[in-house]
């Protein structure tokens, strides 16, 4: 199984979800079947490593950040699963770019994955403070793990 998340930057709310995801596969030994990546939907930071305070927060929550900011590729379409975004934005941009049905059935929210918050998107940090990266991580801990539960679960079908 192979996971692209996505936002606009690729330097808060993707790598955030990527290290997450990263981390709880890693936890449940399933590293070896599912591949995570992050990229963002505009290239202006590109190369860069993510926003120092998303870094920060996420340090005093027991993730590291190592991800360098990227912009999606028309071969992420293809390559990867499952193509899981943070807004409405993201979405709507996400389905223009797709190109056949197969593709646009990749593409799916984050937030339909989450069971402790009732939210449709993970409000974008960028311009505000520290609570609103406390809440980014709040939001991706909680869908990445029900998402985790559910590749699990469609997994064990597949063994
Ligand atoms: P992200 O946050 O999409 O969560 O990485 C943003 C980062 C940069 C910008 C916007 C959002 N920007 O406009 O540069």
Do not use: W
């Amino acid at each position: 199984m192979k996971l692209l998340f996505i936002c606009l930057g690729n330097i808060c709310r993707s790598p955030m979800a990527e290290t997450i995801m990263r981390h709880i596969t890693e936890k449940a030994n399933l590293a070896d079947k599912i591949e995570i990546d992050s990229a963002g939907l505009i290239g202006y930071h590109e190369g860069e490593t993510s926003d120092s305070r998303m870094i920060s927060h996420a340090k005093r929550r027991g993730y590291i950040i190592t991800h360098i900011s990227r912009k999606i590729r028309r071969s992420d379409f293809e390559y990867f699963d499952k193509i899981l975004c943070m807004d409405d934005q993201n979405f709507d941009k996400l389905i223009d770019l797709s190109e056949t049905k197969e593709e646009t059935d990749k593409i799916e929210r984050i937030t339909d994955y989450c069971t402790q918050h009732v939210i449709d998107h993970v409000p974008d940090p960028y311009y505000g403070g520290a609570q609103g990266f406390e809440n980014v991580i709040d939001i991706l801990e909680d869908a990445c793990s029900n998402l985790l539960n559910t590749i699990n679960e469609d997994l064990k079908k597949e063994e």
